[in-house]
């Protein structure tokens, strides 16, 4: 496998590795908390030929690398299944209660994961045998979920200048919504949708029914391109003020990787 000349996996302890497993993909960055300069990004698309288990086998044996010693060893989840729960009303002895609650006779294990600033928990499930794969094969691993970091950085990217504001990721044919009121997080939320008009209906549906002020509060988009500039184009002509969102990782990287990376990825980088 080819890697960048400053990353040395002999040295695997020098460097961080993040595995990203989307429902139609699987990617890896592996970075150096000491050196900016270090970063590298793969991702490959996941068929049909074999299961999703078994796909995720081959990436792991083929690339031969992940069962390194890594400085940490970090696993995100990325998926629309998932429920906050305030740390005050958590007990771990009650996750698939709590998930179920959304959810109803969801498969997997159940996992939680603690927000940063310890305000909630998101508990979301993952697949048994590619959960008990992962905890294998890996050198003591961390799971997460992709919306950990997501809600993390967006509540220290807000401005503070209007009273709520909304923030679209757009990723894996998915859109995660994350709002705000007085930095204050109201809701978070992953939705399959890929159609610029029904995605613009249903955020304009969102504003509706947590009271956005569509001249003052702020709409912030990230992720795919593409898809930033056709909901933006949308609607430009009912929300007033519409940015694009751009993370400040530690972590050099390119413009080109800037695009290619997913955000929640690159939120990683920042912290």
């Not at 429920?83 to 969801?106: C, G, I, K």
Request: glycine share 4%.
């Amino acid at each position: 496998m080819f890697l960048p000349e400053n990353i040395d996996l002999a040295n695997s302890e020098n460097y961080n590795l993040s595995i990203r497993l989307a429902p139609n993909g699987f990617s890896f960055c592996i970075n150096s908390p000491n050196d900016p300069s270090v970063f590298y990004f793969q991702e490959t698309s996941i068929g049909t030929k074999l299961s999703y288990l078994e796909s995720i086998k081959k990436f792991v044996f083929d690339l031969g690398i992940f069962s390194n010693n890594f400085n940490k060893s970090s696993v995100f989840v990325v998926s629309k299944n998932y429920t906050l729960v305030p740390d005050q009303f958590f007990d771990q002895n009650l996750t698939r209660e709590l998930f179920n609650f959304n959810f109803h006779a969801a498969e997997g294990i159940i996992l939680d994961d603690i927000s940063l600033n310890h305000e909630f928990h998101i508990v979301y499930n993952i697949d048994e045998e590619v959960h008990s794969f992962l905890l294998r094969h890996l050198s003591y691993p961390t799971l997460h979920h992709h919306s950990t970091l997501l809600i993390y950085a967006f509540e220290n990217l807000g401005r503070g200048c209007s009273e709520k504001e909304c923030f679209i990721d757009f990723h894996d044919e998915y859109m995660t919504v994350v709002c705000f009121a007085n930095n204050k997080l109201l809701t978070a939320n992953t939705f399959a949708e890929t159609n610029t008009f029904n995605i613009s209906y249903f955020v304009m549906g969102i504003w509706n029914k947590l009271g956005f002020d569509q001249n003052t509060d702020k709409l912030y988009l990230s992720g795919n391109i593409e898809s930033q500039n056709k909901v933006e184009g949308e609607l430009k002509g009912m929300i007033r003020n519409i940015e694009s969102v751009e993370l400040s990782p530690i972590t050099t990287l390119t413009e080109e990787q800037k695009q290619k990376v997913p955000t929640d990825l690159i939120a990683t980088l920042c912290v």
